[in-house]
Each structure stands twice: as structure tokens, then as C-alpha cells.
T-cell receptor, first 110, second 116 residues
Framework: SQQGEEDPQALSIQEGENATMNCSYKTSINNLQWYRQNSGRGLVHLILIRSNEREKHSGRLRVTLDTSKKSSSLLITASRAADTASYFCATGTSGSRLTFGEGTQLTVNP | DTEVTQTPKHLVMGMTNKKSLKCEQHMGHRAMYWYKQKAKKPPELMFVYSYEKLSINESVPSRFSPECPNSSLLNLHLHALQPEDSALYLC???????????????FGQGTRLTVV
């Protein structure tokens, strides 16, 4: 069964705008990760935030984690057409289990 | 080398066939995963191997049989599949989860399986 839900399911923005995606989960976690997937091929790891961290940055990406609300958000700043992809959050739990949320389809229009 | 290599890229098989999917990594990762992904859906965890031992089986039907011959290789043996098993099968590897966050996963490009 899937761990979490993401919203929105689909997001369409113009190049240069910021994109925010949210993820909620249900159980205790060791970490929360965000992945990107282009055209139904392999997933690419973007960023990992540990359960004792609240915010993390990597380039144009900013991730927040609120363990009290069991939620996370991914912000992509100054979006580009090349950012068009599906974005998934995934929770890392015991036993090397990595469980994915439903995903957000991001479309960045040039 | 941060690659996870999956073969074949595409596979069409009949419901009475036996076939195998293969996955290889040389990053020294001791956790390896099989996921199944249907179109417009998230990857669903099927199996996890930790130190070459099966640690998680998400109640997958026995027509899917995983095997981890050594720390670099992971196979998924397929037998008597159904058309609804058609999907993208993804392999991944990571450090064994320590709780300390050193467990980002690296994914292969997947095998697109069609069962006819």
C-alpha cells in the first residue's frame, strides 16, 4: 500500500514561476525523499531530508518537513521547461523500505 | 559508477512463458529493490533484498520470483503471468537503511513488460 498522498496531482505553470508540491504520509519515518521521473522511465533522486531536519536546500530545490503534521513540501524556484516531469515523495522507514506517494505531474510551459 | 543497469529494456511474453529480468549495480549497495509501476501511478514496492537476503515481500504473487545471486545482481523470474501484470518494472539499489538518512536509492531505467 502506498504511504502517502501528494497534491496537487497536476500542476501547470509558466517558465520562471515557482512550483510547490505537497506530500503527506501516515507512519513514522527515518527520512523523506523526493524523486523525479521523466516519461515513465527511471526515477532520479533529488533530495533527502532526515526526520530530525526541518528544511533543506539543493540548488533551486527547497524541501521542508513537518513530522508533527506528517507532511513535506518541495519548492522548485525559477522553473524551466526542462523541469517538466512527475515528482514523487518517498518515505524511508525501517528495513530499507522506501514507499512512494501518488506523485505530482508538473508541466512548465515555455 | 552510479548506474543501475536493467535488461532487457522491453519484453513481450505470453502467459505460458518463463522469462527473467536482470539488474546489476557496482556501487557496493547492499539493499536492492524491485518495484512495479503502472501508467500514471507511483512505483509499488514488490521486494527488498538486504545483504543478499530477502527482507521484504509485499505479498507479491508467486508467479514473480526474485533472486539475488550476489551483492551486485538482482533477478526477477517471471512465470505464468497475466495481462494485468503488464507494467514498467524498476530495479533500485541503496545503502542499507541505517535510520541516519544515508539511503537515497538509485534506479535503473526499467523493463517495459507486456504480457499477451
Amino acid at each position: 500500500s502506498q504511504q502517502g498522498e501528494e497534491d496537487p496531482q497536476a500542476l501547470s505553470i509558466q517558465e520562471g514561476e515557482n512550483a510547490t508540491m505537497n506530500c503527506s504520509y501516515k507512519t513514522s519515518i527515518n527520512n523523506l525523499q523526493w524523486y523525479r521521473q521523466n516519461s515513465g522511465r527511471g526515477l532520479v533522486h533529488l533530495i533527502l531530508i532526515r526526520s530530525n531536519e526541518r528544511e533543506k536546500h539543493s540548488g533551486r530545490l527547497r524541501v521542508t518537513l513537518d513530522t508533527s503534521k506528517k507532511s513535506s513540501s518541495l519548492l522548485i524556484t525559477a522553473s524551466r521547461a526542462a523541469d517538466t516531469a512527475s515528482y514523487f515523495c518517498a518515505t524511508g522507514t525501517s528495513g530499507s523500505r522506501l514507499t512512494f506517494g501518488e506523485g505530482t505531474q508538473l508541466t512548465v510551459n515555455p | 559508477d552510479t548506474e543501475v543497469t536493467q535488461t532487457p529494456k522491453h519484453l513481450v511474453m505470453g502467459m505460458t512463458n518463463k522469462k527473467s529480468l536482470k539488474c546489476e549495480q557496482h556501487m557496493g549497495h547492499r539493499a536492492m529493490y524491485w518495484y512495479k509501476q503502472k501508467a500514471k501511478k507511483p512505483p509499488e514496492l514488490m521486494f527488498v533484498y538486504s545483504y543478499e537476503k530477502l527482507s521484504i515481500n509485499e505479498s507479491v504473487p508467486s508467479r514473480f520470483s526474485p533472486e539475488c545471486p550476489n551483492s551486485s545482481l538482482l533477478n526477477l523470474h517471471l512465470h505464468a503471468l497475466q495481462p494485468e501484470d503488464s507494467a514498467l518494472y524498476l530495479c533500485a539499489s541503496s545503502q542499507v537503511g541505517t535510520g541516519g538518512g544515508r539511503s537515497e536509492a538509485f534506479f535503473g531505467q526499467g523493463t517495459r513488460l507486456t504480457v499477451v
